[in-house]
């Protein structure tokens, strides 16, 4: 294993451990796989908890192998393939900045994984994985595997997310209802408020 292999498994792959535990358990202020689903149903990935189980037990399994050094193809593949989906359903639209909300980071990652495979593995594999995460994400996420639902209603944004996307969109919405209410002429004049 060369050092720069080393320092990719050292950094990405405890970092994926820690994000796929955030949508199974919640760990490391992560929302959970209630949470993460509620998010995932709220960007047509229905049923939320099934793709939330899904995304979560491919990060944290990928980067366990790709920290241990084991089966690094198919570690690369797996983790490729929650990134390519995070990229497709939460991130393109922001455009490339994640100061927007956008897939900068979920980009980099993709190259560090395709970099580690093919300094270990060869460029073959390196490809390979690359076209397995994507076909997987197309797969998984297709119309013949996710259930067709409401949309959210407009102007609300989810009440939970996926911390992969904070910035992308608001994680928590106003009641606008309530803050309304709370602003009305007689009850300012009740309270002191002008």
Same mark, same amino acid.
């Given at each position: 294993?060369?050092?720069?292999?080393?320092?990719?498994?050292?950094?990405?792959?405890?970092?994926?451990?820690?994000?796929?535990?955030?949508?199974?358990?919640?760990?490391?202020?992560?929302?959970?796989?209630?949470?993460?689903?509620?998010?995932?149903?709220?960007?047509?990935?229905?049923?939320?908890?099934?793709?939330?189980?899904?995304?979560? $037990?491919?990060?944290?399994?990928?980067?366990?192998?790709?920290?241990?050094?084991?089966?690094?193809?198919?570690?690369?593949?797996?983790?490729?393939?929650?990134? $390519?989906?995070?990229?497709?359903?939460?991130?393109?639209?922001?455009?490339?900045?994640?100061?927007?909300?956008?897939?900068?980071?979920?980009?980099?990652?993709?190259?560090?994984?395709?970099?580690?495979?093919?300094?270990?593995?060869?460029?073959?594999?390196?490809?390979?994985?690359?076209?397995?995460?994507?076909?997987?994400?197309?797969?998984?996420?297709?119309?013949?595997?996710?259930?067709?639902?409401?949309?959210?209603?407009?102007?609300?944004?989810?009440?939970?997310?996926?911390?992969?996307?904070?910035?992308?969109?608001?994680?928590?919405?106003?009641?606008?209802?309530?803050?309304?209410?709370?602003?009305?002429?007689?009850?300012?004049?009740?309270?002191?408020?002008?």
């Amino acid at each position: 294993m060369t050092p720069g292999s080393a320092a990719i498994r050292g950094v990405v792959g405890p970092l994926f451990v820690g994000h796929g535990t955030q949508k199974l358990f919640g760990w490391f202020g992560g929302h959970g796989r209630d949470g993460t689903a509620a998010f995932f149903e709220s960007i047509g990935l229905r049923p939320g908890r099934r793709h939330a189980t899904a995304a979560g $037990v491919a990060e944290t399994l990928g980067g366990a192998l790709l920290t241990l050094g084991r089966l690094t193809p198919l570690a690369s593949a797996a983790l490729s393939g929650t990134m $390519v989906t995070a990229i497709r359903k939460a991130h393109a639209r922001n455009g490339p900045w994640a100061t927007n909300g956008g897939y900068e980071y979920n980009l980099a990652l993709l190259a560090a994984l395709f970099a580690v495979t093919e300094r270990e593995s060869g460029a073959p594999w390196a490809l390979a994985q690359l076209a397995a995460g994507a076909a997987g994400s197309f797969l998984v996420t297709s119309p013949l595997l996710t259930e067709r639902g409401p949309a959210p209603s407009e102007g609300h944004a989810p009440d939970a997310g996926d911390p992969a996307t904070e910035g992308a969109e608001p994680r928590f919405h106003r009641d606008e209802d309530a803050e309304a209410a709370a602003l009305r002429p007689s009850d300012a004049a009740s309270t002191g408020r002008s």
